[in-house]
């Protein structure tokens, strides 16, 4: 009699502790769905923001820099690709895959993109208002300030959570 009370002891903590076995990976799953959601959330909030800045540096280029709406278009393009892969960077080195130590080059990047962009624009826009006989020197030109602002793709924002 006694082995039976002791098997029928140990079943029931077997039973109770699979029990809350599955609870807590239940209550584990759950926060898990949680939290994907209020990441899919911010990266949907990022995008909508992203683009809201992309038009409205488009469109203070053209009002208060007096670009053409093409040439405003481009350097807003790359300048909105130079943040995406800033915050691409900088998200990674939160999340601790790299060091916080080259966060400062990061922005140093960011910041030089903005320069080479903003000059490349400016460049194209003088060599626009320029006669058409430099218009050949105009594309090389326009094409070599273009080479030097080229930045990688974006990043695929579904990576950076993985």
Not at 5 to 30: E, K
Not at 87 to 102: D, I, T, W
Not at 127 to 134: E, I, L
């Amino acid at each position: 009699m006694n082995s039976t009370w002791i098997i029928l002891i140990l079943a029931n903590t077997l039973a109770v502790s699979l029990i809350a076995l599955a609870v807590l990976l239940l209550a584990r799953g759950r926060e898990k769905k949680r939290r994907q959601a209020e990441i899919e959330e911010l990266l949907a909030e990022i995008k909508d923001r992203q683009e809201r800045r992309g038009d409205r540096l488009q469109l203070a280029l053209i009002e208060k820099y007096r670009f053409g709406e093409e040439a405003a278009h481009s350097v807003a393009d790359v300048l909105m690709l130079a943040e995406k892969q800033f915050l691409y960077q900088f998200v990674e080195q939160l999340l601790g895959r790299q060091p916080l130590a080259g966060c400062y080059r990061n922005l140093c990047d960011l910041l030089d993109s903005y320069l080479n962009g903003a000059l490349a624009a400016a460049h194209s826009s003088a060599n626009a208002a320029a006669p058409s006989a430099a218009e050949p020197a105009a594309g090389n030109a326009a094409a070599a300030a273009g080479a030097e602002t080229e930045l990688p793709p974006p990043p695929d924002w579904g990576d950076v959570f993985d």
